[in-house]
């Protein structure tokens, strides 16, 4: 629809939500691969030779839309009189307080790959099976096909102010830098081996050993949302707007139609102190992240026609996209001392506190006097507007590591038996929650403390110490078919013979909690965490009963009722406004409730005749209709800190289908 945004429909008394919307995003994703392979086979050698490309690119555009119409009530209320007048009433007057058209450039991300690989499987005896490959993965860091991106450049001297930290932008030509990337460091040595073997031990044991260990790359992906890192563009689009001349007049009344005044695009290296999130490129942007796996395996066949598999699985990923742990305009810890005083205004250095200037404050906006907090004054790189953030891109500060045993037990079908059961035991650490989804992702309100990055490191979410996976299906030993009523007659074979038994069981034990805390005010700090006091206790309540909780009575704050020990989760405000926690992001030593689960189902086939069955099934979905606590309260600042706020709906279902199949 073509129907502008229009906002300030306020007053005294009653509001207005904004009508319409300004923009509407279009955006459309290419992939472009070429592969060529040669396998060749000599001897005992099965080699193959290979070449692949990919270009990826995503293009976007902000179709701004008709504009954006702000009112406000002083356009017809009384001057000096702040309760009347309303918003509102000015719109339908058509007094517009200002007006505006985002103009927006289309932009699009590019990011192409070339990979070599070799690989030769090397039959070497009738027992030892060999592979051997390498692949090289070329993987430069991603440019914008018209040139469209700006760095913030944490090294280089704003040219107006005199202070560290300044605005270039990518391209040729006035303004520009002279290349396309900002850092010229791409990686290399981007080589990928892999090698394993598989041997069978001497028959009588029945046993073969398997290993391997490879390398694999990360692909670079394409910008996050919007073709350019975070969608911003900042330095290449244009405003058209107009501003009221003085308070209590309009603009312009909108019957006289618009008459904006374009603000051109301007490659300023000082923008950083008008606009939202300029975005600073990790000087290391040209490290690839890499994921390193491994393994070893021994299996042995036993009897009644089993198998079982033991097996320990490894892999450890280093350099990975982790965006938002970047934060280097992050306060440093010891400027906290200063209290209440970060909340101050200044517009001058001559108005910076004695003690503030100790610590480095400076004012950062030469003679202009515009008020910042004191707090800016002592990030540092003070040119980024208090009210904006410094985002990151291009920050391969990511890792995690996965270390397991792995059983597996498996029955081929013999006697009506066949089954299969695994049990792992693991656990995974890293830093990052998510490398696809880190731009606008799961790894935003981080980190604690950019100068000790280390507190980013704890178990993962998706963590699971203890997985069991069980699937069986059992035919029935009765019926005309089967070891038990060979004889019986076909009226009853047809209502009772015949049937089989489906089982799958899942059980794992319960993932990590993390805990959340009150924000630091007057100050940059992406989170907070609480301080955890263990002392080498449980983190759970010893009174907490699941027999005896009343579910009926979840609201009110009771000991008895909490999951923690709240005792040992300490919000860092009951200690000084501006402390900080020492909590790590996921808690390994307090976790959620485990998982239990049982699906059965009971089932006959009938054959009237060839070429045609009905099935009939009866299904119990949890059988036991197990359920588990949810909701726990992680929040010390609560008065239900700890408490349970709910129960799984994972409800008992039965079900039966029949079907016919000709």
């Known amino acids: ?30 992939a472009y691969q070429v592969v060529n392979t040669l396998s060749w086979l000599r001897g005992k050698h099965a080699l193959k030779f290979g070449f692949d490309y990919r270009w990826n690119g995503l293009n976007w555009r902000n179709n701004a839309g008709p504009g954006q119409f702000n009112f406000s009530a002083d356009v017809t209320g009384l001057p000096g009189f702040s309760q009347t007048g309303h918003g509102f009433a000015s719109m339908l007057l058509g007094q517009v307080t200002s007006a505006s058209v985002y103009i927006d450039v289309p932009v699009g991300s590019q990011f192409p790959m070339y990979s070599w690989f070799v690989q030769d499987d090397w039959k070497v005896s009738r027992r030892l099976t060999v592979n051997v490959g390498l692949r090289w993965d070329y993987q430069p860091q991603g440019t914008e096909k018209y040139d469209r991106l700006h760095n913030f450049n944490l090294d280089l001297m704003d040219p107006k102010y005199g202070i560290k930290g300044a605005v270039e932008f990518a391209g040729f030509g006035p303004g520009r830098i002279g290349r396309r990337m900002f850092y010229d460091n791409n990686l290399w040595t981007t080589w990928g081996p892999r090698v394993g073997f598989a041997y069978q031990l001497p028959e009588a044991t029945k046993m073969t050993i398997r290993s391997g260990f490879s390398i694999f790359y990360s692909p670079r992906i394409p910008n996050g949302w919007s073709g350019v890192p975070w969608g911003n563009k900042a330095g290449f689009t244009m405003t058209n707007q107009v501003q009221r001349p003085a308070p209590n007049l309009p603009a312009f009344n909108w019957d006289d139609g618009y008459n904006g005044v374009i603000t051109r695009a301007q490659l300023d290296p000082s923008l ?30 036993l009897p009644g026609q089993m198998v079982i598999d033991v097996g320990y699985v490894g892999t450890q990923s280093v350099g990975l996209l982790a965006n938002e742990i970047r934060r280097p305009f992050q306060l440093p810890y010891s400027v906290l001392s200063l209290g209440d005083t970060l909340g101050s205004w200044v517009n001058n250095d001559a108005s910076i506190p004695a003690a503030a200037r100790a610590m480095g404050a400076r004012y950062p906006y030469g003679n202009d006097g515009d008020w910042i907090p004191l707090w800016q004054t002592l990030s540092p790189y003070p040119t980024v507007i208090y009210w904006s953030a410094l985002y990151s891109w291009n920050v391969p500060l990511g890792f995690s590591n996965y270390q397991s045993l792995q059983i597996q037990w498996n029955k081929r079908y013999s006697h009506g038996l066949q089954f299969t059961s695994n049990y792992t035991f693991s656990k995974t650490m890293g830093n990052v929650s998510s490398t696809f989804g880190d731009t606008w992702g799961m790894n935003s309100g981080r980190p604690l403390d950019y100068y000790n990055l280390k507190l980013e490191k704890s178990v993962m979410e998706y963590d699971q110490r203890h997985v069991v996976k069980i699937g069986a299906s059992y035919d029935l030993p009765f019926g005309r078919n089967r070891a038990r009523g060979r004889s019986i007659p076909m009226w009853l074979d047809f209502i009772a013979g015949g049937w089989t038994l489906q089982y799958i069981g899942n059980y794992s034990s319960g993932m990590p909690m993390g805990f959340g805390a009150t924000g630091t005010p007057n100050s940059n700090f992406a989170t907070n965490r609480p301080f955890l006091i263990t002392n080498g206790r449980s ?3 010893p009174n907490f009963s699941a027999g005896k909780f009343d579910m009926t009575d979840i609201n009110t704050p009771r000991p008895d009722k909490t999951y923690i020990n709240t005792s040992m989760v300490v919000d860092p405000v009951k200690i000084n406004r501006y402390a900080r926690g020492n909590a790590s992001r996921l808690v390994d030593q307090v976790r959620g409730f485990a998982f239990y689960n049982e699906d059965t189902s009971l089932q006959k086939n009938w054959v009237p005749r060839e070429g045609t069955r009905v099935q009939f099934r009866a299904e119990f979905l949890n059988l036991f209709n197990r359920h588990r606590f949810t909701g726990i309260n992680t929040n010390p600042a609560s008065p239900l800190f700890g408490q349970i706020s709910g129960v799984s709906d994972d409800r008992r279902q039965i079900q039966f289908g029949i079907r016919a199949d000709f």
């Open 539 to 541: 983190m759970y309540n």
């Open 1 to 30: 629809m073509n129907y502008p945004e229009i906002t300030g429909l306020s007053g005294d008394r009653v509001s207005f939500p904004t009508l319409g919307y300004q923009a509407n995003d279009m955006g459309a994703g290419t």
């Open 272 to 301: 950083a102190k008008y606009i939202w999130g300029p975005v600073s490129w990790d000087p290391n942007g040209g490290r690839v992240g890499y994921t390193m796996q491994w393994n070893f395996n021994i299996q042995r066949e």
